[in-house]
């Protein structure tokens, strides 16, 4: 082969590599002897030449399983897909087990498939956000106590405080056990999460979720010198989480917050 031919043929590659379309990919990691599969969905015109944000999504309980499958049907899966030119970001799916939520194993699971991603995708640690809906809403809460990990934190219909008919599944580990038992687990959740960015959302009609969760996070942030931000869909009820992720300023002002 000619040196001229190689030289085309390294530029067609490197423009293919470029203009290919977004897509999902299979990932897994392997925890003791455990196993757990997700998802990375990479954006358009992904390369290696510079340092990506990275988006870390936490599901809702009806796409709890081991399928790798759920978890990008509902909520942010379906908006990068359909917004995805507005979501240039490395994008991990993780996928909870059932009969577990978004803490102790799961959590252990999520930031370990979060740290393979960024570093096989090339991530920008000053550039990790955290979302979820729903149960995983409450994910989110939870895991912003690690205030020096996430740029900004977004959950959606979210909450903090359980009711006495809805136990955890199992013994939350020592530090979210002291959140949810003090007297004032708002107060205290907020001193954790400290200045990391908040934007939370919750629809006023929520059925499923009080909407009172997300107003008492937010009012509790506040008082604590953190400047929340709070969207209310007064017409909506639990599933709030197409009109958020469909909003084209919470994608900007989400990639405008860095770690310092």
């Not at 399983?65 to 917004?83: C, H, K, M, Y």
């Not at 006495?164 to 038992?181: E, K, L, N, W």
Request: glycine share 8%.
């Amino acid at each position: 082969m000619t040196i001229r031919r190689t030289l085309v043929l390294l530029v067609a590659l490197a423009l293919a590599a470029c203009t290919r379309r977004a897509q999902f990919l299979k990932r897994e990691v392997h925890i003791g002897d455990h196993t757990y599969k997700y998802r990375v969905w990479l954006p358009h015109h992904y390369t290696k030449l510079h340092r990506w944000p990275v988006i870390l999504y936490l599901h809702g309980s009806g796409e709890q399983g081991t399928d790798n499958q759920l978890q990008i049907s509902e909520g942010l899966g379906p908006a990068v897909e359909r917004f995805g030119e507005r979501y240039k970001a490395v994008v991990v799916f993780p996928q909870c087990d059932p009969a577990h939520e978004w803490y102790g194993e799961m959590e252990l699971m999520t930031m370990a498939e979060l740290n393979n991603s960024i570093r096989e995708f090339h991530g920008d640690q000053s550039r990790i956000y955290l979302t979820g809906i729903s149960l995983g809403g409450a994910g989110v809460w939870y895991m912003a106590r690690h205030n020096r990990t996430f740029a900004a934190i977004v959950p959606i219909a979210g909450e903090v405080v359980r009711t006495p008919d809805d136990p955890f599944p199992s013994d939350p580990p020592p530090d979210i056990a002291r959140i949810v038992g003090a007297p004032d687990p708002y107060t205290t959740l907020a001193g954790m999460i400290g200045n990391t960015p908040v934007w939370a959302i919750h629809g006023a009609l929520d059925p499923v979720v009080p909407v009172s969760e997300s107003r008492s996070m937010v009012t509790a942030l506040r008082k604590a010198g953190n400047n929340a931000r709070y969207t209310e869909y007064i017409k909506g009820e639990h599933n709030v989480w197409d009109a958020a992720y469909a909003n084209p300023e919470l994608v900007h002002w989400m990639f405008q917050q860095k770690l310092k």
